[in-house]
C-alpha cells in the first residue's frame, strides 16, 4: 500500500530511488569523576579531539569539486572556525579542570549553556545557527567516544540512493553528493539551516522535518521525493513509479536549459536588452545570487542591519555590509533602498510613534525616517561612503508627496556635505530612485520623475495600497491580484511618466518575479526586472523568447479590459 509523507520542502527536483537509513544519534554521555592527577591527560584528550575534529573537517573540505559553488566550502570552513572559537575549545577545558569531569560530559555541559543562548535569539537565522553548534560538538563527542560516523563508514555504494537520517551536517551533504546520492531525507532541521541551503546550492531534491521518518521508511525500499512540494512516496506502483520518472526526465532537462542562460544576457528576441536584477535582503540570498547571472542588485533591504538584534548597526558596520555585495557584483550596480521601518517592523520599542491601529498606513518607511532624521542621515552617509568602493543607486521607500521627495533629497545634501567636509569619497553623482509603492506617487509619478534618476514599482504594497487589503492578512489574501484594472492601469501610467522624463523604470515587487505575469510586462513596457535571484534564470528564458512587438497589442488589451475573468484568459492566452 502506498504511504504518503509530508515534510518541510527545502531543495525541489524529484528523486527516486532506495532507502538507505543511518541509524546514528548523537552518542550517550555519561559523568566520570576524575583524580586530580588525571586532569592534565583528559584535558589534553579533549584538545586532541578537537584538533582531530578540525583535519576531518579539512579532508572533506579538500574532496569538494573545484567546480561547486564557494559557499560549500564556506559551510564547512564556518565549523572548522567555530572548533578555533575558545567557546568550544577552552571553555570544556575549564569545565574539565574545575569541576574534575570527563572530556564528553564538560562538553556537554558546555553544549547545554550554548544552547540556551541560541535559543534565546529572536532572529530565525541567527537561532537556527543552533543546528551548527551541535554538529560540532556532536562531531567531537563521536571522535572522543571513538565512534566517528560519517556516510563515508557504509560500505554499500551510496550512488542513486535516497539517504534518511536523523539530521545531516553540511560536511554529510558534501560527502553524500561526491557519491552521487538521489536526495535526502530527515527528521530535524527547518529551511534556514544550512544543511537545506546546501542542498538547494547542491541542487539535491531534500526534504527535512519529518519527525519519525526513520522508523516510518524501511531500507532498501524503493521511495520517491517530490521536493518542490515536500512529499515522500513509499509503496508506489509502476505506474506512478513511470509517471514520476517522466516528470523527472522533463524537470531534469529545464534545468538543464536554465543553467544554460546563467552566463547569457536577457534580450528579446527583437532586440531588446532587458536588465534583469536581483532582490536580497538575508546573508543565504547571496549565495544564489552569484550564481544568478543578475545584471545587479535592484532591491537591497536593509532592515536586517535594524531589527531583530541588539541595536541597529552604526555607520562603519552598515558600510562593511554594503561594501560586501559591492564586491560580489564585481562593478554591477547595487541598489540600496533606505529603511522600510515602521509599521510592524521597529527596532526601539521606545520609539514614540502615534499610536496606530493600521500601521501600514502609519509611521513607515521614509515617513519614519523623516521623523528620525539622525538614524537616516547615518544610513545615507553610509550607503554614499559606500559608493566610493562601486556603482550604487540609493532607493527611497513608500514616497507618497512631493514634500517628502523634496525632504529626502536635502538630507542628502547635507549628508554629501558632511562627508566633504571629513574628506570621505562618495560618488557625487548617486542616482537617486523612488520606490513606486502607494497609488498616489503612480499617480505623481511623471512630478517626482523630473527629480529622480529612476523609479522603481513595488507592486507587494502598490497592490495593498490600490486594493485596501492588508498583504499579511491572510482573510482578504484571496483579493490581492496583480491584474486587477486599477493595479495595471497604474503601472502603465508609471512607465509611461519614466519614458517621458526619460529616467528607468524598474520593477521589484513580486510581480516581477512570477512567470506569469512576463509577457504582459514586457509588452507594456518595462525593461527592468528585479526578483528575488532564485526565479532569475525563468524569467529571462520567457524574455529570450518573447518579441515585445508581438507583445504590444495583446498588453494594450489586457490594460484596457475590466472584466476579471476576460482579463485571466487574456493572460494566458498572451502566455500561449
Ligand atoms: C514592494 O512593496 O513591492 C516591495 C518590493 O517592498 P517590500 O516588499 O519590502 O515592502
Ligand atoms: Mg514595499
Request: charged content about 25%.
Amino acid at each position: 500500500m502506498a504511504l504518503i509523507i509530508t515534510g518541510i520542502d527545502v531543495s525541489k527536483g524529484i528523486a527516486i530511488g532506495n532507502v538507505h537509513l543511518l541509524k546514528r544519534g548523537a552518542p550517550e554521555v555519561f559523568e566520570h569523576k576524575l583524580k586530580k592527577n588525571e586532569i592534565k591527560q583528559e584535558v589534553e584528550r579533549f584538545q586532541n579531539a578537537v584538533d582531530e575534529a578540525s583535519n576531518h573537517l579539512r579532508s572533506i573540505r579538500d574532496t569538494i569539486p573545484q567546480d561547486t559553488s564557494m559557499d560549500v566550502a564556506a559551510f564547512i570552513d564556518s565549523h572548522i572556525l567555530m572548533l578555533k572559537d575558545s567557546m568550544l575549545r577552552k571553555a570544556p577545558a575549564g569545565i574539565i579542570r574545575k569541576q574534575r569531569c570527563n572530556a564528553e560530559w564538560a562538553l556537554k555541559i558546555q553544549h547545554d549553556k550554548l544552547i540556551s543562548v541560541f535559543e534565546q535569539m529572536e532572529d530565525d537565522y541567527l537561532r537556527t545557527r543552533i543546528n551548527d553548534v551541535e554538529h560540532v560538538i556532536n562531531l567531537i563527542q563521536q571522535i572522543l567516544k571513538d565512534q566517528l560516523y560519517t556516510v563515508q563508514i557504509d560500505t554499500q555504494p551510496l550512488k542513486g540512493r535516497i539517504i534518511v537520517a536523523d539530521d545531516l551536517t553540511p560536511a554529510d551533504t558534501v560527502l553524500m553528493q561526491t557519491q552521487n546520492i538521489a536526495g535526502f531525507i530527515t527528521e530535524l532541521g527547518g529551511p534556514l539551516s544550512h544543511t537545506a541551503i546546501l542542498a538547494r546550492s547542491l541542487g539535491i531534491p531534500a526534504i527535512v522535518g519529518i519527525q519519525g521518518a526513520r522508523s516510518l521508511l524501511h531500507q532498501e525500499e524503493q521511495i520517491i521525493i517530490d521536493g518542490a512540494n515536500g512529499m515522500v512516496l513509499a509503496g508506489a506502483d509502476q505506474k506512478t513509479v513511470k509517471t514520476y520518472q517522466q516528470r523527472q526526465r522533463k524537470e531534469k532537462e529545464a534545468r538543464r536549459k536554465l543553467r544554460a542562460l546563467r552566463g547569457v544576457s536577457a534580450r528579446t528576441r527583437d532586440g531588446t536588452r532587458i536588465s534583469l536584477q536581483a532582490n536580497i535582503e538575508l546573508a543565504e540570498d547571496m549565495i544564489v545570487l552569484r550564481q544568478s547571472g543578475a545584471d545587479g542588485v535592484g532591491l537591497y533591504r536593509t532592515e536586517f542591519l535594524y531589527i531583530d538584534r541588539e541595536k541597529p548597526a552604526d555607520e562603519d558596520e552598515q558600510l562593511n555590509a554594503y561594501r560586501k555585495i559591492i564586491r560580489v557584483l564585481k562593478g554591477k550596480p547595487l541598489t540600496i533602498r533606505t529603511l522600510d521601518l515602521g509599521a510592524e517592523k521597529e527596532f526601539d520599542p521606545n520609539f514614540q510613534g502615534p499610536l496606530t491601529q493600521n500601521p501600514a498606513l502609519g509611521l513607515r518607511a521614509i515617513r519614519r525616517s523623516l521623523k528620525d532624521i539622525d538614524l537616516f542621515k547615518q544610513q545615507l552617509r553610509a550607503i554614499l561612503r559606500a559608493s566610493s568602493s562601486g556603482p550604487v543607486r540609493i532607493l527611497l521607500p513608500m514616497i507618497t508627496s512631493h514634500t517628502e521627495l523634496v525632504q529626502s533629497l536635502a538630507i542628502l545634501e547635507r549628508a554629501k556635505e558632511e562627508l566633504e567636509g571629513e574628506q570621505y569619497l562618495y560618488d557625487q553623482n548617486i542616482p537617486v530612485g523612488a520606490m513606486i509603492e502607494v497609488p498616489a506617487a503612480a499617480l505623481s509619478a511623471h512630478i517626482f520623475a523630473k527629480q529622480l534618476n529612476f523609479m522603481s514599482i513595488g507592486t507587494n504594497d502598490l497592490i495593498q495600497y490600490t486594493l485596501a487589503i492588508d498583504r499579511i492578512d491572510d482573510q482578504v489574501n484571496y483579493l490581492y491580484d496583480p491584474l486587477h484594472p486599477s493595479v495595471l492601469k497604474l503601472v502603465d501610467l508609471t512607465l509611461r511618466a519614466g519614458w517621458r522624463a526619460g529616467i528607468p523604470v524598474a520593477m521589484c515587487g513580486e510581480m516581477a518575479g512570477d512567470p506569469r505575469y512576463t509577457k504582459l510586462l514586457l509588452g507594456l513596457g518595462l525593461q527592468e526586472f528585479s526578483t528575488h535571484p532564485s526565479n532569475l534564470l525563468e524569467i529571462k528564458q520567457i524574455i529570450n523568447r518573447s518579441s515585445i512587438s508581438e507583445l504590444e497589442k495583446p498588453a494594450r488589451k489586457i490594460l484596457n479590459t475590466t472584466r476579471p475573468t476576460r482579463i485571466d484568459s487574456l493572460v494566458d492566452a498572451l502566455n500561449g
